[in-house]
C-alpha cells in the first residue's frame, strides 16, 4: 500500500523517467532476445541483458530517491536562454519568486520558452545542496539533474482589474 502512495504523490516527469527507463532496458532485452533466437548470437543476447539490468538499477534507484524523497524542487520563470554553437547543451537563466536569479545548463533536446515558468527537479543525495548558479552548472554534469517540467506562461501577480 505503501507503494501505491509513493507513486501518486510521485511528480509526473519523474514518474515518466522511471517508466522509460524501464522500457528501454526492456525493449532492448527483447531485440536482443529476438537475434539471438535468429542468429544464436551469444554476445547480443549477453550485451542486451547488461543493458536491462543497468536500466533495472537505474529505474530501482530513481524509485528509492522518490520514495525517500531524496529530491529537491526549484521552480521559477525563464528569463533568458542562451545557445552556443556546436554545444550539446544551452544556459537558461531562471528567476523564483524572491527575484533570485539562477543559471542552469540543459540538454538541446530540452524545449524552455523565455516567459514559463518551470519546476526542475535535482537530485539531492545526503548533502544539502543550495539553489544557485554553482549549484545547477555542476547539477547536470554530475548526474544530479532529473527533470523538468513546464508551469505555464509567467502572469503577473498584480494585475489591474478591468473596469
Known amino acids: 500500500m505503501k507503494e501505491m502512495n509513493t507513486?501518486?504523490?510521485?511528480?509526473?516527469v519523474l514518474l515518466q523517467k522511471i517508466l522509460f527507463t524501464t522500457l528501454i532496458g526492456t525493449g532492448c532485452f527483447i531485440v536482443g532476445a529476438a537475434y539471438f533466437l535468429y542468429a544464436k548470437d551469444t554476445m547480443t543476447l549477453a550485451l542486451s541483458c547488461l543493458v536491462l539490468l543497468f536500466s533495472?538499477?537505474?529505474?530501482?534507484?530513481?524509485?528509492?530517491?522518490?520514495?525517500?524523497?531524496?529530491?529537491?524542487?526549484?521552480e521559477g520563470t525563464c528569463v533568458g536562454v542562451a545557445a552556443k554553437p556546436l554545444r550539446k547543451?544551452?544556459?537558461?537563466?531562471?528567476?523564483?519568486?524572491?527575484?533570485?536569479?539562477?543559471?542552469?545548463?540543459?540538454?538541446?533536446?530540452?524545449?524552455?520558452?523565455?516567459?514559463?515558468?518551470?519546476?526542475?527537479?535535482f537530485n539531492?543525495?545526503?548533502?544539502?545542496?543550495?539553489?544557485?548558479?554553482?549549484?545547477?552548472?555542476?547539477?547536470?554534469?554530475?548526474?544530479?539533474?532529473?527533470?523538468?517540467?513546464?508551469?505555464?506562461?509567467?502572469e503577473k501577480q498584480n494585475k489591474e482589474p478591468d473596469t
Open 7 to 12: 507513486l501518486k504523490n510521485c511528480p509526473r
Open 56 to 74: 533495472l538499477f537505474r529505474s530501482i534507484g530513481l524509485y528509492r530517491t522518490i520514495a525517500k524523497q531524496k529530491y529537491e524542487v526549484v
Open 89 to 121: 547543451h544551452f544556459t537558461v537563466k531562471i528567476m523564483d519568486n524572491a527575484g533570485i536569479e539562477s543559471t542552469l545548463r540543459l540538454g538541446k533536446q530540452a524545449k524552455v520558452k523565455i516567459g514559463f515558468r518551470y519546476r526542475f527537479y
Open 124 to 154: 539531492n543525495q545526503g548533502e544539502r545542496l543550495s539553489v544557485g548558479s554553482e549549484y545547477f552548472d555542476t547539477a547536470l554534469s554530475s548526474n544530479q539533474f532529473l527533470g523538468f517540467e513546464e508551469l505555464g506562461e509567467f
